[in-house]
């Protein structure tokens, strides 16, 4: 995980191994609706690496087949994924 506040801003925070922690902060008036740069709040950005697949189903097929002679059932399925996660960069 990486902690890396806008250049030239000071933070009121602190890192120990994967957590960070901020405050206390007192007297914060809402920000919905409101761009920080109105408010005087700072932009923060956390990178944090997860480098599983994330997989997502695109397309799912099922048919089913039923042998009146046999007395069988057949079912065949086919799945389309997809990784969605972190694409890879070289």
Known sequence: MKFSPEKDQ???G???AATINYGPF???GPTVGVTPQTTGQQILSI???YDKPVLSVVKYERAAEVSHWGANLNIEDKVMLRNDGSKYVY
């Open 10 to 12: 000071t933070v009121i």
């Open 14 to 16: 602190s890192k120990a």
């Open 26 to 28: 007192q007297n914060v």
């Open 47 to 49: 990178h944090y690496e």
